[in-house]
């Protein structure tokens, strides 16, 4: 956290302008029959949760350069986390990842209530093997053909529940890696048979109000078959499973050109639409800053998620999930939060009213010109003015960089060796 002086300097040298702005575009939306006061304030309620491991330097296959004042373990994680709501007040939550960021319960309760923060859906791991762990996940894990493995995955997931209801988490996410790299390693039917029993086990752990989200990867770490490979088997383990389980859609976990905002729409249809990774991506899952590489494909996602804000009941969880290699992850997890928040203030200025006249009428160039209407509108002085009032800084990077936040934390933290490959 950095001295809220900071923000407040930092904030009176650009107030004046920020004024003029928004009121030019409240001035512009009034003419297209839209208050902006009522678009402000549903952004000021958006918010988006950070990846506890997202604030440390990422890596490839290859190499990791880790920058200065990395984090040392989660209570250092919660601090930088702290640091990024306050500055945008966007990011009122933290997803952590089990075993990375194991504490007891009271510890990283009282650390997240200090730096202003709640826990999001927590992390599984059972793609990597841990010092102290019997059985190795080298082919697979819930999915494993050893039964004894398959129940250390399931216990370690039971374990995630258990210690993410006594901090206030009220979902459990799982992304497993189990899959194979030649054809005939293994018999796809029984595998996924294998999966889908091993995943009953954890889910028939779930507290009433808690829910399963089960994540889908087309490639990686597996490379010729991976078990959950795309939203069709996710959406199948989540009708298996039950009520409570639902699909989580990562924008980067898909084949190259497919249609995410297809697959957004029909999970919300049939109520296994459950939550997001956010990030973006050129080539497959290469998890770069959210709204870096194509953020109209950002804006058409969450035109589907306004389409379906008037079910009451539909409320997915949200969450960034990068590598940051070559930026400070501070800077990018908050340009990135604001980008979420971009994307959902310009799919709510959306004329849906003509649209759907639109498309009734099957007037495709005038139906699509309509949703290009509200991505192309700069709604820069909404997110800024929303994120003012709620205390946050007009410029969230320069204050951070006025704060001097990173050399001081790299004075206090050890510089970390950059040997080894390793997304994380």
Not at 22 to 30: I, M, Q, R, T
Not at 254 to 266: F, S
């Given at each position: 956290?950095?001295n809220?002086?900071?923000?407040?300097?930092?904030n009176e040298a650009?107030?004046?302008?920020l004024?003029?702005d928004?009121d030019?575009?409240?001035e512009h939306?009034?003419?297209?029959?839209?208050d902006?006061?009522?678009?402000?304030t549903?952004?000021?309620?958006?918010?988006?949760?950070v990846?506890?491991?997202?604030?440390?330097t990422?890596?490839?296959?290859?190499?990791?350069?880790?920058?200065?004042?990395e984090?040392?373990?989660?209570?250092?994680?919660?601090s930088?986390?702290?640091?990024?709501?306050?500055l945008?007040?966007?990011?009122?939550?933290v997803?952590?990842?089990i075993?990375?960021?194991?504490q007891?319960a009271a510890?990283?309760?009282s650390k997240?209530?200090?730096?202003?923060?709640t826990f999001?859906?927590?992390?599984?791991?059972t793609?990597?093997?841990?010092?102290?762990?019997?059985h190795?996940y080298?082919f697979?894990?819930?999915?494993?053909?050893d039964a004894?493995?398959?129940?250390?995955?399931?216990?370690?997931?039971?374990?995630?529940?258990?210690l993410?209801?006594?901090?206030?988490?009220?979902?459990?996410?799982i992304?497993?890696?189990?899959?194979?790299?030649?054809?005939?390693?293994?018999?796809?039917t029984?595998?996924?048979?294998?999966y889908?029993?091993?995943?009953?086990?954890?889910?028939?752990?779930?507290?009433?109000?808690?829910?399963?989200?089960t994540?889908?990867k087309?490639?990686?770490?597996?490379f010729y078959?991976?078990?959950?490979?795309?939203?069709?088997?996710?959406?199948l383990?989540?009708?298996?499973?039950g009520?409570?389980?639902k699909?989580?859609?990562?924008?980067?976990?898909?084949?190259?050109?497919v249609?995410?905002?297809?697959?957004?729409?029909r999970?919300?249809?049939?109520?296994?639409?459950?939550?997001?990774?956010?990030n973006?991506?050129?080539?497959?899952?290469?998890?770069?800053?959210?709204?870096?590489?194509?953020?109209?494909?950002?804006f058409?996602?969450?035109n589907?998620l306004?389409?379906?804000?008037?079910?009451t009941d539909?409320?997915?969880?949200?969450?960034?999930d990068?590598?940051?290699?070559?930026?400070?992850p501070?800077e990018?997890?908050?340009?990135?939060?604001?980008?979420?928040?971009r994307?959902?203030?310009?799919?709510?200025?959306v004329?849906?009213?003509?649209?759907?006249?639109?498309q009734n009428?099957?007037?495709?160039?005038?139906?699509?010109?309509?949703?290009?209407h509200?991505?192309?509108?700069?709604?820069?002085p909404i997110?800024?003015?929303?994120?003012?009032?709620?205390?946050?800084?007009?410029?969230?990077?320069?204050a951070y960089?006025?704060?001097?936040?990173?050399?001081?934390?790299?004075?206090?933290?050890p510089?970390?060796?950059?040997?080894g490959?390793?997304?994380?």
């Amino acid at each position: 956290m950095i001295n809220s002086d900071v923000i407040t300097k930092s904030n009176e040298a650009a107030k004046a302008n920020l004024d003029a702005d928004y009121d030019a575009l409240g001035e512009h939306l009034d003419r297209r029959g839209i208050d902006i006061a009522q678009i402000k304030t549903k952004v000021a309620k958006y918010g988006v949760a950070v990846p506890s491991w997202g604030v440390g330097t990422g890596g490839t296959r290859f190499a990791r350069f880790p920058g200065a004042g990395e984090p040392r373990g989660i209570f250092d994680k919660l601090s930088d986390c702290g640091l990024i709501q306050q500055l945008t007040r966007a990011t009122p939550s933290v997803s952590l990842h089990i075993p990375w960021d194991a504490q007891p319960a009271a510890d990283l309760n009282s650390k997240a209530q200090e730096v202003g923060l709640t826990f999001d859906a927590i992390n599984s791991n059972t793609f990597q093997d841990q010092p102290d762990q019997e059985h190795s996940y080298k082919f697979g894990s819930l999915a494993h053909t050893d039964a004894a493995t398959r129940q250390q995955a399931v216990d370690h997931n039971i374990a995630c529940i258990e210690l993410g209801a006594q901090i206030g988490s009220k979902a459990l996410t799982i992304w497993v890696g189990d899959g194979s790299n030649f054809p005939g390693q293994t018999n796809f039917t029984k595998q996924f048979e294998r999966y889908l029993d091993a995943a009953k086990q954890v889910y028939g752990a779930l507290p009433d109000d808690w829910t399963l989200l089960t994540e889908h990867k087309m490639y990686e770490p597996a490379f010729y078959s991976t078990v959950v490979q795309d939203w069709g088997t996710n959406l199948l383990i989540a009708q298996q499973m039950g009520d409570k389980a639902k699909c989580l859609v990562d924008l980067g976990h898909h084949a190259p050109n497919v249609n995410i905002e297809m697959i957004v729409a029909r999970l919300k249809q049939f109520g296994k639409l459950g939550g997001f990774h956010f990030n973006d991506s050129k080539y497959g899952d290469d998890d770069l800053d959210t709204g870096s590489i194509d953020p109209y494909r950002l804006f058409l996602v969450f035109n589907e998620l306004v389409e379906a804000e008037t079910d009451t009941d539909f409320n997915p969880m949200h969450m960034l999930d990068q590598s940051h290699n070559v930026t400070d992850p501070i800077e990018s997890l908050m340009v990135s939060a604001t980008e979420v928040q971009r994307a959902y203030a310009q799919a709510l200025l959306v004329d849906r009213a003509s649209l759907v006249g639109f498309q009734n009428d099957n007037d495709a160039l005038i139906a699509t010109t309509t949703l290009k209407h509200g991505f192309r509108t700069d709604v820069e002085p909404i997110l800024v003015m929303a994120r003012l009032e709620n205390g946050g800084a007009i410029d969230p990077v320069s204050a951070y960089r006025a704060s001097g936040y990173r050399s001081s934390v790299a004075a206090e933290r050890p510089a970390v060796s950059g040997a080894g490959g390793g997304i994380v």
